[in-house]
């Protein structure tokens, strides 16, 4: 039990399932007491049941914390919560995320707003939060999930695509500011993986889509996971500010 007190600790958004909840399990695996951050009702009990068996399977503590990280004060109480059960937050992944998609001629403003207030504010939202205890420790470590999309763009979801590029410019401005404080700040790229977000494709489109990935098959979570443990872990000190792309070498 004197271990478990001393793990980093872990806060991972939107993490009762799909990404969120791959990256959950292999910071457990690596020996992070995990926090694993829902919303919806209906999560509630995937989040319990991921956390108990993350500590029985890894022997970490964890907790799950339910909030809507495009919520300002929600988010305050979380951090406060997490604080007081931990003492500290080592790692932050900002994973939460959803799509409205639609074409730009159709898409009405909540459609717009309700994706950049979830994707980039919920962001903003925890590492607001957040920072201030990475800063009094001198260590952190800031993951942002973004997505091949913030990248390159991508036609009917200029609203995804504006929030997931605009984390990115958040990443390297915050990278910037708190680099000599012990934190690093970078951000991931998935392309195309397969979870609850991506399941509406149908196998023609999704053929056409491994067609111009290089590795020739979609992405699993687990693939994701393992770029954000690299860059939450001690051994990632020197890299900040970077966007790193796991989509498998994706032309789009
Ligand atoms: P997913 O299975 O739909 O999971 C998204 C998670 O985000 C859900 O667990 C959801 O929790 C949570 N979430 C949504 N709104 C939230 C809010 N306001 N507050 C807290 N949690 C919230 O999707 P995924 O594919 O794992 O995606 C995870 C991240 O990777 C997203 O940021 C996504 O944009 C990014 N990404 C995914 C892909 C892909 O191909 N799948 C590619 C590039 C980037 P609730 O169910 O509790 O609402």
Known sequence: MGDMIESRVALVTGAAQGIGAAVATRLAANGFAVVINHHSASSEERARELAEMLTRDHGVETMAAQCDVADFEAVKEMVAAIKERFGRIDVLVNNAG??????????????????????LGGAFNCMRHVV???????????????????????A?????????????????????ELGARGITV???APGFIETAMTAELD???????????A??????????????????????????????????????
């Open 98 to 119: 959803i799509t409205r998609d639609g074409l730009l001629m159709r898409m009405k403003d909540d459609q717009f707003e309700s994706v950049i207030d979830t994707n």
């Open 132 to 154: 201030p205890l990475m800063v009094k420790a001198r260590y952190g470590r800031i993951v942002n999930i973004s997505s091949v999309v913030g990248v390159y763009g991508n």
């Open 156 to 176: 009917g979801q200029v609203n995804y695509a504006a929030s997931k590029a605009g984390l990115i410019g958040m990443t390297k401005s915050a990278a910037k």
């Open 186 to 188: 970078n951000a991931v």
């Open 203 to 213: 196998e023609t489109a999704s053929g056409a889509l491994t067609s111009r990935i």
């Open 215 to 252: 590795a020739g098959r979609l992405g699993a979570p687990e693939d994701v996971a393992n770029a954000v443990a690299f860059l939450a872990g001690d051994e990632a000190s020197y890299v900040t500010a970077q966007v790193l792309g796991v989509d498998g070498g994706i032309s789009l």
